[in-house]
C-alpha cells in the first residue's frame, strides 16, 4: 500500500514538473524571440498648404500637389511588439518641404490669384514621433512563420516637428523669414498676429503593409499624414499685407531693407504701388499647414526565427 502511495505522489509530481516546464517553454518562445525590429525609410514628402498647387481653388491633400516641388525624406524606426498583432514605433525622420505660387497652372481660374501673388518658401523638417502599428487581418492567417506574408497596418501616433522658413532675395541667397515677422507678428500694430514657435507637436495617421521575405527581413510601403496646429510652416497665412512701415518700426535698418524687398512679390496689376488688402489677398487663416509622406519601408525583426512561436502561445493570453 505505501509502495503504491509513493508511485502516486511521485506521478503527480512529473506531471506537475512537465506541465509548468512547457508552460514556462510557452511564454518565452512567445515574449522573448523577434519582438524589436530595426528600419529604415525613404520617400517623397509632400506640402499641402498656402503657396502653390494646382488648378482652381485650392484644396487640401492630394488635390493641391506640386509634384514638381517634391522633396525625399529619410527616416530610422525601432518597434517593439509586445504581441504580434500590435507594435509600438519610435521614429525620427529628416525631410524638406517647399512651395512656390510660380508653379500654379495658368488656366485662367482662381489660380490666377496665387500665380500674381508669386510668393514661396522652402524649409527643412526635423520629426520625432511614437505611434502605434496595427495588424488586421493577423486573425486571419492560416500557417505559422512570417516568410511569404503580406501584412497591411494602420498607424497613429502624436510627434514633435522643427521647421525655419526661408525665402530666396533678390541676390539668390536665402533668407530666413521668421524673425522678420513678415505678417506684423508682434508688432503692435497688428495685435492679432502672435508670433509661431519653430517647434510644434503634430498628430500622424496612415496606413501601410509589409511582406516578408524571410522570417526576419520585410519591405513595405505605408503613406503617413500629418495634422499641423500652425499655418506658418510657408510663413504665410494672414489674408492683408502689413504695413511696410511697421519694418522700418520694430526691425534693425538692415532687417527691414530685407523684409521690404520680401515681404510683397507680387506681379498684380494695382491701381496704386502699395498692395492693398482690397486687391490682393497675401494668405488664408482659415486652414492650416499639412503635409505627409509615401515611405519605402526595410527593416529587420531582430532575434533568432522560430516558426513554432505561433503553435505554442498560451491559449489564456491569444
Given at each position: 500500500?505505501?509502495?503504491?502511495?509513493?508511485?502516486?505522489?511521485?506521478?503527480?509530481?512529473?506531471?506537475?514538473?512537465?506541465?509548468?516546464?512547457?508552460?514556462?517553454?510557452?511564454?518565452?518562445?512567445?515574449?522573448?524571440?523577434?519582438?524589436?525590429?530595426?528600419?529604415?525609410?525613404?520617400?517623397?514628402?509632400?506640402?499641402?498648404?498656402?503657396?502653390?498647387?494646382?488648378?482652381?481653388?485650392?484644396?487640401?491633400?492630394?488635390?493641391?500637389?506640386?509634384?514638381?516641388?517634391?522633396?525625399?525624406?529619410?527616416?530610422?524606426?525601432?518597434?517593439?511588439?509586445?504581441?504580434?498583432?500590435?507594435?509600438?514605433?519610435?521614429?525620427a525622420n529628416l525631410g524638406y518641404l517647399e512651395g512656390?505660387?510660380?508653379?500654379?497652372?495658368?488656366?485662367?481660374?482662381?489660380?490666377?490669384?496665387?500665380?500674381?501673388?508669386?510668393?514661396?518658401?522652402?524649409?527643412?523638417?526635423?520629426?520625432?514621433?511614437?505611434?502605434?502599428?496595427?495588424?488586421?487581418?493577423?486573425?486571419?492567417?492560416?500557417?505559422?512563420?512570417?516568410?511569404?506574408?503580406?501584412?497591411?497596418?494602420?498607424?497613429?501616433?502624436?510627434?514633435?516637428?522643427?521647421?525655419?522658413?526661408?525665402?530666396?532675395?533678390?541676390?539668390?541667397?536665402?533668407?530666413?523669414?521668421?524673425?522678420?515677422?513678415?505678417?506684423?507678428?508682434?508688432?503692435?500694430?497688428?495685435?492679432?498676429?502672435?508670433?509661431?514657435?519653430?517647434?510644434?507637436?503634430?498628430?500622424?495617421?496612415?496606413?501601410?503593409?509589409?511582406?516578408?521575405?524571410?522570417?526576419?527581413?520585410?519591405?513595405?510601403?505605408?503613406?503617413?499624414?500629418?495634422?499641423?496646429?500652425?499655418?506658418?510652416?510657408?510663413?504665410?497665412?494672414?489674408?492683408?499685407?502689413?504695413?511696410?512701415?511697421?519694418?522700418?518700426?520694430?526691425?534693425?535698418?538692415?532687417?527691414?531693407?530685407?523684409?521690404?524687398?520680401?515681404?510683397?512679390?507680387?506681379?498684380?496689376?494695382?491701381?496704386?504701388?502699395?498692395?492693398?488688402?482690397?486687391?490682393?489677398?497675401?494668405?488664408?487663416?482659415?486652414?492650416?499647414?499639412?503635409?505627409?509622406?509615401?515611405?519605402l519601408r526595410l527593416g529587420w525583426r531582430m532575434g533568432?526565427?522560430?516558426?513554432?512561436?505561433?503553435?505554442?502561445?498560451?491559449?489564456?493570453?491569444?
Amino acid at each position: 500500500m505505501r509502495t503504491h502511495v509513493h508511485s502516486v505522489r511521485l506521478s503527480v509530481l512529473v506531471c506537475l514538473f512537465a506541465f509548468f516546464s512547457l508552460q514556462t517553454r510557452s511564454q518565452s518562445i512567445s515574449t522573448g524571440d523577434r519582438k524589436l525590429e530595426l528600419g529604415l525609410g525613404l520617400g517623397p514628402m509632400f506640402f499641402v498648404g498656402d503657396l502653390g498647387g494646382s488648378a482652381g481653388v485650392g484644396k487640401t491633400f492630394i488635390k493641391d500637389l506640386d509634384l514638381p516641388l517634391t522633396k525625399f525624406c529619410k527616416g530610422l524606426y525601432i518597434t517593439y511588439s509586445p504581441v504580434e498583432f500590435i507594435s509600438i514605433r519610435v521614429a525620427a525622420n529628416l525631410g524638406y518641404l517647399e512651395g512656390d505660387d510660380a508653379e500654379a497652372p495658368a488656366k485662367g481660374g482662381p489660380e490666377m490669384d496665387r500665380l500674381e501673388r508669386n510668393l514661396h518658401f522652402k524649409t527643412k523638417i526635423s520629426e520625432v514621433y511614437a505611434a502605434v502599428e496595427i495588424y488586421p487581418t493577423y486573425f486571419l492567417e492560416q500557417y505559422d512563420g512570417l516568410k511569404g506574408k503580406l501584412r497591411p497596418y494602420l498607424l497613429g501616433g502624436v510627434g514633435m516637428f522643427h521647421f525655419n522658413p526661408q525665402v530666396r532675395d533678390a541676390d539668390g541667397t536665402w533668407v530666413k523669414t521668421h524673425p522678420l515677422s513678415l505678417e506684423g507678428q508682434g508688432f503692435a500694430a497688428y495685435p492679432d498676429s502672435k508670433p509661431y514657435k519653430l517647434t510644434q507637436k503634430n498628430l500622424l495617421a496612415g496606413i501601410g503593409f509589409k511582406y516578408y521575405f524571410s522570417e526576419n527581413f520585410y519591405s513595405g510601403f505605408e503613406i503617413l499624414h500629418r495634422k499641423l496646429f500652425t499655418d506658418y510652416v510657408d510663413d504665410v497665412s494672414h489674408d492683408r499685407y502689413i504695413d511696410p512701415i511697421n519694418f522700418d518700426q520694430n526691425l534693425s535698418a538692415a532687417d527691414a531693407l530685407i523684409a521690404r524687398r520680401i515681404y510683397y512679390r507680387g506681379t498684380y496689376t494695382f491701381p496704386t504701388t502699395r498692395p492693398y488688402e482690397e486687391y490682393a489677398q497675401r494668405g488664408d487663416p482659415k486652414q492650416n499647414d499639412a503635409y505627409f509622406s509615401s515611405i519605402l519601408r526595410l527593416g529587420w525583426r531582430m532575434g533568432k526565427s522560430d516558426a513554432r512561436s505561433k503553435q505554442l502561445r498560451c491559449p489564456v493570453f491569444y
